[in-house]
């Protein structure tokens, strides 16, 4: 309302060369100056709290990248958790795309830096210990446990939309090869023991693989 004002006010009072630089002012005055403040005392409130209204307030506040780092490192950070890792990952994604749509209008540059955010966690323990090894074998073994047939409590589409949502996590492994060496390993067991849920969804599974990655 106030940069509106202003905007009136020089065309009303003002040379025309002086709207720019005078909005350029009153921008940085009313916003830039209290960016760093709003975002210590309640960015993370508002994304914990899934406080859609207030973040709409905040739509050009691109604090969501440290946000997401923060929150998910200590996600796949702590070994602890390693049984729920994905699982978590993989609410805390849905979580963020909901605010996405919601808050963001599906925002190309949030959507982007959503998917960044999420590279860098995936890849963490690259960064750090050099090892791709860990959220690839993580992955791996959560989607040995949703094609096990011990999963007879989900139903033909439910486990095909988690297959879809744990392939998100996959294209962000920069360790495929690792992943592959977990996948196969689990396959061949559940096909030789006969422990998978659905012959349909182990094919399923290896189409979206090979879509991926190829053959």
Do not use: W
């Amino acid at each position: 309302m106030r940069l509106n004002e202003e905007n009136e006010r020089c065309l009303l009072y003002l040379d025309a060369f002086t709207r720019k630089p005078l909005i350029a002012t009153a921008e940085r005055q009313l916003l830039e100056r209290h960016i760093p403040a709003i975002l210590d005392k309640g960015f993370m409130m508002l994304m914990d709290g899934h406080r859609i209204e207030d973040l709409q307030r905040m739509y050009s506040l691109q604090a969501i990248s440290s946000y997401i780092r923060r929150t998910g490192q200590s996600i796949v950070m702590d070994e602890e958790k390693d049984k729920d890792m994905v699982s978590s990952l993989l609410e805390f994604k849905a979580s963020l795309d909901s605010i996405l749509e919601e808050s963001f209008s599906k925002n190309e540059a949030f959507c982007n830096t959503i998917k960044d955010s999420f590279e860098h966690l995936i890849n963490l323990h690259y960064f750090i210990f050099k090892l791709h090894n860990r959220p690839a074998k993580l992955i791996a073994k959560f989607l040995d446990e949703k094609l096990r047939d011990g999963n007879k409590g989900t139903t033909e589409e439910q486990l095909e939309g988690t297959l879809d949502k744990v392939l998100v996590l996959f294209r962000f492994i920069q360790g495929k090869d690792a992943f592959e060496a977990f996948y196969k390993k689990d396959l061949a067991k559940r096909l030789l023991l006969g422990k998978s849920a659905s012959i349909d969804a182990e094919k399923s599974m290896i189409s979206k693989l090979k879509t991926e990655c190829g053959s």
